[in-house]
């Protein structure tokens, strides 16, 4: 067999059943269509005919056997019912998987045609068993063996009737090989007539026709099948199409792209060069180029509708599966994606539709318990917008159940409860794209195997798309898919930057904003330490300049405005400044070498119209260079992270204000010993060292903002200021003036201090305030930083003296401040961060006292007191600390085996009840 | 003698910090002139960034920071396209010099104290007439 009538006959027969199992549930849905059934059943002779040219028997036998059961609809013997429908979906689906056999090696493989051939017949014979119509060849039987192809039919009863439809099975096959040898010639043509595009080809049309999936030509009427339009209507058309292999389509996209270049150039050049007559053929060469190289592009584009097509089938075995009654309504076939997204898109597609009939459709009674029709609906939308192309899946069943998303979200650890506690819908269903994420009870084999829609989101924004969900719980769900039009091609912004142009994808753009510094004065802007942020709409964004971050030739002289480009990637929203924003423009993407492969910050290159390279941003990769601890920050949520400065979110005050730089900072209300504005008058200097006399002693004065290390706050005061306000702290026993711009407010936060943005000492980390961020200074910190000047503390009695008291806190503020305290009344204080880190300094030395928190990561203090009382018994007195002092507390506290309960942050009745403590322990 | 053998043997020399250096003919697709340079920020220092050959993209890598040799002042370089894999690079050099064919009785292995940065990328000398030239690893190169 010669190996180019094998390829012509595979091609073929592909063509023709690819298209077989839509129009058979098409027969489903309109059962008396008697086109349609002559349509099918062509289909399936020609296959047999072939098959049997070819010496396929199994796919011979199958089809045949399909074809004998049409005849008898065809004869109007038996009526289209949905056993008829899966019989022949069944058999279709098994010559496609024989033809794919042999393709591949040649052989039908393990496939049996005979069983599938009989069950067919026997669909037929039921329908018509009581009548005793001869139904010879419901009677074969094929004889196979695994190795052996099946020879050929075998009868079992050898009685003169069954002889005859021998005879007339070989005539007719006979017959057939004539008519399919004569045809031969045509076959080339005849398949052109049914071919649509196929592995790796697609047929170019003269540009009055629009391709199709089928290849059935049609016009501009979209009309897509066209299984009633008579062959010869088809064949007129069919003339005017060529196959051509999709390689050589590409080589030829890449020698157009070429030529774009090199007219581009001659462009250039013939602009330097006042000739007339060559602007004229150059402008000749310009309009041809770009019609070739779009109607290139559009060789390559092919109607969404080729992938609708499918879903025809989808959801019909799904409804049948799952007992559900699901219609599909498609539209928008006619919109055009390039071949390769066509291909890309089909298996998320796929998915979406089977987890809409799967998760979403509810089952007939329970619809019509909730008032809806018992049929459901899944909606395929497909249209263009914004340059893109939009895929809405739209179910009305049950809808996205958003506790039971966040319940599995937080079994499932994607999300913690505190987030879940907040977290808003749109983020909520985003959450059932998180890789593992399946909230069906139980794992069906429709959907929910594991692979769930994140592997759906993975593939779509591998090809540059995105997909969104949104959904109203009982009324159903909204799948939308922004798929761009074709693969290479992007749009982009294009920004210049230092002296280069940059093009960053306009699927990571957000918006863009300018920003007058004379006009806001400033305001929008903020700084916190070294890292700027900026105010948008009540958001806090950060801020990066292009050019500083990327080792670029500053821009020079002050800027009087920033150009800012708000970019997003992958929930992260960051401004970029870049010197000049010029253009959007399509770009053709080209991946890197390999020397330049392992760098991340750019996706690529492209070749911009006047031939130079820019290089293309890669939003996330920006953002991960410029915040190396992002991904620190997103692996220390899961792990425990080390030390913190606060790592139970505590509830506190802290008092606001402001310092010179115009930035917001706190401090601990619990802290701050008293308020006070002194006359810049009184201010006394002793060396460097600027001092007030406060409460007849002399207090020192500290700069925080020289303490910090900005640079240009030499001066305590500001020049001119008659008064300024003092913040006074107490820190060893001694008061110290904290010089504060302005003081604010206070604030109540239960907000955790997140000291991963600490860039200094003397800062204990941020934390938010009325949607700002706010630096909380660390006094004790400032404080040992300007000792230049010392004064004895005031004498205080150390009724501690000789005392030793464990104190465990996880806050490393207030270990310091509680501990501070005790230090000066004389005793020795060892310190622990959790429950475990107490354990173990008890059992290496004894202590008088214990002092512990409550909210602490590993082992907290209610765990840390039972645990204390079983190891060390009752003796030694245990104090709790804790912001929360309610009577279930103090009852847990004392189930907990503490001798009291009191609240945190207030120092003197911690010390009073310290100093009781253990008096009444020494008595005992 | 088959045409690809006889292609083996060609070599194609060129000059660097005055030195005389050559690599296999069959990697080169050809040699052009200065191009625009398009820099890539945060890219190694030996990645000059990158030229647009017809409409392809090619890393254009500088042999004389590989190496470590002071950089050229650069009024003039040429460029020896390499091909790569699926992708091309681009050598800057600083002058091209014959293509050669090689007599294998004059291939002897490279001095072992040859300086640090090049090392690595040298694969044997060739004894030439006047001087020596040093024979390049192509595969190597192109992996950085």
Known sequence: ?924 | MNLESELDKKYCGFSLNGGHYAIPVKYVQEVIKPQTVTPVPLSEAHVKGLINLRGQIVTSVSLRKLFGFEANPEEAHMNIIVRSEDSLVSFCVDEIKDVFDIDNTKIENAPATLGGGLKQFVNKVYKMDQELAILLDVEKLLEV
Not at chain 1, 310 to 315: A, L, N, V
Not at chain 1, 628 to 636: D, H, I, L, Y
């Open chain 1, 1 to 924: 067999m010669s190996n180019e009538l094998l390829q012509e006959f595979l091609i073929e027969s592909f063509e023709n059943l690819g298209s077989i199992s839509e129009r058979i549930t098409r027969l489903e849905s309109s059962p008396e269509d008697l086109e349609l059934v002559n349509d099918i059943y062509r289909t399936l002779h020609t296959l047999k005919g072939s098959a049997n040219l070819l010496n396929f028997p199994q796919i011979q036998a199958v089809a045949h056997a399909s074809e004998s059961v049409l005849d008898f609809v065809r004869e109007g013997l038996m009526v289209v019912r949905p056993p008829l429908i899966d019989g022949l979906l069944r058999a279709s689906d098994a010559c496609l998987g024989m033809l794919q056999a042999i393709e591949q090696n040649g052989t039908e493989g393990n496939l049996d045609g005979a069983d599938i051939a009989l069950e067919i017949l026997s669909i037929g014979e039921r329908t018509l068993g009581g009548r005793g119509t001869a139904l010879p060849s419901g009677r074969m039987l094929f004889h196979n063996t695994p190795e052996k192809n099946i020879g050929p039919i075998i009868y079992k009863e050898e009685d003169a009737e069954v002889k005859d439809e021998i005879f007339k099975v070989a005539g007719k096959n006979e017959r057939l090989m004539e008519e399919d040898s004569k045809s031969s010639e045509n076959i080339q043509t005849k398949s052109k007539d049914k071919a649509g595009p196929k592995r790796e080809e697609v047929s170019m049309l003269d540009s009055s026709t629009k391709l199709n999936h089928n290849g059935a030509v049609t016009g501009q009427d979209g009309g897509h099948h066209a299984p009633k339009k008579t062959s010869e209507n088809v064949s007129s058309v069919a003339d005017s199409v060529v196959k051509v292999n999709v390689n050589l389509l590409d080589k030829i996209m890449n020698q157009v792209g070429e030529l774009v270049l090199n007219r581009n150039q001659i462009l250039q050049f013939a602009n330097q060069h006042n000739n007339n007559d060559l602007q004229r053929l150059v402008q000749q060469l310009n309009l041809i180029t770009s019609e070739l190289q779009t109607d290139i592009m559009t060789t390559r584009m092919q109607p969404i509708g080729n992938v609708f097509s499918k879903f025809e089938r989808t959801i019909r075995d799904l409804s049948r599966e799952t007992g559900k009654k699901v219609r599909l309504n498609a539209s928008g076939k006619e919109t055009e994606l390039d071949k390769t997204l066509l291909e890309a898109i089909k298996d998320p597609l796929t998915h979406i539709i089977r987890n809409s009939v799967d998760h979403g459709i509810e089952s007939p009674s329970e619809r019509e318990a909730s008032g809806k029709t018992p049929e459901g609906t899944v909606e395929i939308k497909a249209y263009h917008e914004s340059g893109q192309v939009m895929v809405e899946v739209t179910d009305n069943g049950r809808g996205l159940n958003k506790a039971k998303i966040l319940q599995k979200a937080i079994e499932k650890g994607v999300i913690s409860k505190e987030e879940s506690e907040t977290v808003s819908d749109e983020r909520a269903f985003s959450l059932i794209f998180a890789p593992g994420f399946s909230t069906a009870e139980k794992v069906t084999n429709i959907s929910g195997r594991g692979v769930g829609m994140d592997v759906v989101k993975t593939n779509i924004e591998k090809i540059g798309g995105s997909v969104e969900v949104s959904s109203r719980f009982g009324e159903g769900s909204k799948f939308k898919l922004k798929i761009p039009l074709t693969l290479a091609i992007v749009p982009a912004l294009i920004i210049a930057c230092g002296d280069e142009n940059f093009a960053i994808p306009q699927n990571n753009l957000v918006e863009l904003v300018r920003h007058d510094f004379s006009a806001e004065k400033d305001s929008k802007i903020e700084r916190i330490h070294d890292s700027l942020f900026i105010r948008l709409r009540e958001k806090i964004i950060p801020l990066f300049f292009m050019d500083k971050t990327l080792g670029l030739e500053l821009s020079e002289g002050e800027r009087s405005e920033l150009n800012l480009v708000v970019l997003n990637a992958e929930g992260v929203t960051f401004a970029l400044v870049v010197d000049d924003i010029l253009n959007t423009e399509e770009i053709v993407v080209k991946p890197f070498g390999k020397s330049l492969k392992n760098q991340s910050v750019f996706a690529g290159a492209t070749i911009m119209g006047d031939g130079k390279v820019a290089l293309i941003l890669d939003a996330l990769g920006f953002f991960k260079h410029v915040s190396p601890n992002f991904e620190k920050m997103a692996q220390s949520k899961e792990e425990e992270p080390v030390d913190l400065s606060a790592q139970a979110a505590e509830f506190q005050e802290n008092l606001l204000f402001k310092l010179k730089d115009g930035n917001r900072y706190c401090l601990p209300l619990s802290l701050v010993h008293r308020l006070e504005e002194f006359k810049a008058s009184d201010l006394e200097m002793t060396g460097e060292q600027a001092i007030i006399k406060y409460d007849e002693r002399p207090m020192p004065l500290i700069n925080i903002e020289k303490n910090l290390g900005y640079d240009g706050h030499d001066e305590i005061i500001a020049p001119g200021r008659e008064r300024f306000s003092c913040l006074v702290v107490k820190v060893k026993g001694q008061l110290y003036g904290l010089v504060v711009e302005e003081i604010l407010d206070i604030s109540v936060t239960e907000d955790v201090i997140d000291s991963s943005a600490v860039d200094r000492a003397g800062i204990l980390g941020t934390i938010f305030v009325n949607s700002g961020v706010v630096s909380l200074i660390d006094p004790y910190e400032l404080v040992g930083k300007s000792m230049s000047y010392r004064i004895e503390p005031e004498t205080v009695v150390k009724e501690l003296r000789g005392k030793k008291v464990l104190l465990v806190d996880d806050s490393s503020l207030y270990r310091k401040m509680e501990g501070e305290a005790l230090e000066e009344l004389g005793a020795e204080v060892v310190y622990g961060k959790n429950g475990q880190e107490g354990l173990e300094r008890l059992r290496k030395s004894k202590f008088d006292l214990i002092i512990t928190d409550i909210e602490m990561p590993v082992m907290d203090g209610y765990s840390f007191g039972k645990a204390l009382r079983e190891e060390f018994g009752a003796n030694i007195p245990v104090l709790a600390l804790s912001t929360r002092v309610s009577v279930v507390d103090i009852a847990k506290g004392k189930e907990s085996g503490f001798d009291s309960h009191i609240e945190k942050f207030k120092k003197d009745e911690m010390i009073e009840k310290v100093i009781e403590m253990i008096g009444e322990k020494e008595r005992a």
